[in-house]
């Protein structure tokens, strides 16, 4: 277990100290409450001895606290807002090193930049690998879907941080759109986003956090999302197929599979045979592995997607 971080100045403190107040076009909703970031990690349930954390957003960093007194020995943070400066650097000589700050994008970041840092980091100790990467946020909700498809898009290819033999994702959103990752077919909020990720992870929610929790308050309650990489993936076409496919069947989500097919050309109506897929479904009545199984036979015959 690693030692606890010095006494620090309260989160609430520091950003009233920085006077940092808010963006709401960087959807900046702070969790203030140790108990809830605490609980968070703890929950996740990671390995964090030989594991390299990237935290998206640490902000004034109360998550990111967490995550240290929970023992992980390297953690490299990508915040966007350059106000949060001195409050990481403040964080990296009080976790003794094991915790560093970059301030980017991280849609743009570039990751060989973090696994560069991370490598450097340690507590003291030499530097070495690590045998596994989780990814770890209170997700700017703004951004959160387009970060979380480049994420899946790059482990489906093992680019980037998803290149390491282990890696999971411990992920806070909105809860409408934690409730559309995790519903498995049949279940109301079953959206593209449901079948992207299933199709290379095991998705589920671990803990709700109210709208409450957070300061500014925003307008809806937050869940928190695991997301771990399937032993065998379903996935047997490129991830942007089964992306494509889907955003062609969920704009049609109230028609039957055998009508959206027929609009767009009867005779692709046997592709749903072959793969046993029944067309009087609608699209958010289809198992991932089947919509898998479909874009698969599209991929390998070549077929143009509308
Ligand atoms: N981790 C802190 C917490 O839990 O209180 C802050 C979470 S707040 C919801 C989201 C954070 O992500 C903000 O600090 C915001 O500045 C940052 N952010 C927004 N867009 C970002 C991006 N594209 N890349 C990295 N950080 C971003």
Redesign the pocket.
């Known amino acids: 277990m690693a030692p606890k971080l010095p006494k620090l100045p309260s989160?609430r403190d520091l950003t009233r100290i920085y006077n940092l107040r808010a963006?709401q076009q960087?959807?900046?909703?702070?969790?203030?409450d140790k108990n809830i970031?605490d609980k968070i990690v703890g929950l996740a349930g990671l390995e964090l001895d030989n594991a390299l954390c990237v935290?998206?957003?640490?902000?004034?960093?109360?998550?990111?606290r967490s995550i240290l007194e929970h023992g992980a020995q390297r953690v490299v943070g990508?915040?966007?807002?350059p106000r949060?400066r001195p409050m990481l650097d403040q964080l990296q000589v009080a976790s003794g090193g094991r915790f560093q700050g970059i301030v980017?994008?991280?849609?743009?970041?570039d990751h060989a930049q973090i696994i560069d840092c991370g490598r450097r980091l340690g507590g003291g100790e030499p530097a070495a690998a690590f045998d596994s990467v989780h990814l770890i946020?209170?997700?700017?909700?703004?951004?959160a879907t387009p970060?979380l498809v480049q994420w899946l898009h790059q482990l489906a290819a093992r680019r980037g941080i998803f290149a390491q033999p282990s890696v999971s994702m411990t992920l806070?959103f909105q809860r409408e759109v934690g409730d559309r990752i995790t519903a498995i077919h049949s279940e109301p909020p079953r959206g593209r986003l449901s079948v992207l990720a299933q199709s290379v992870c095991d998705a589920f929610k671990i803990y709700n956090v109210p709208a409450s929790a957070?300061v500014p308050r925003p307008k809806v309650d937050a869940t928190v999302v695991q997301l771990r990489p399937l032993d065998r993936p379903l996935l047997k076409s490129s991830l942007a197929t089964v992306e494509h496919l889907t955003r062609v069947l969920f704009m049609k989500r109230r028609k039957m599979l055998a009508r959206i097919f027929k609009d767009w050309d009867p005779a692709h109506i046997a592709l749903l045979e072959a793969c046993e897929i029944d067309p009087t479904l609608r699209p958010q009545d289809v198992p991932t592995e089947k919509l898998c199984n479909l874009a698969q036979l599209i991929e390998q015959r070549g077929i143009a997607l509308p």
Do not use: R
């Open positions: 989160v963006k960087l959807s900046q909703n702070f969790l203030m970031t935290e998206v957003g640490p902000g004034p960093g109360l998550l990111t990508v915040e966007k807002d949060f980017g994008d991280m849609l743009a970041v946020g209170n997700l700017p909700f703004s951004v970060l806070m957070f």
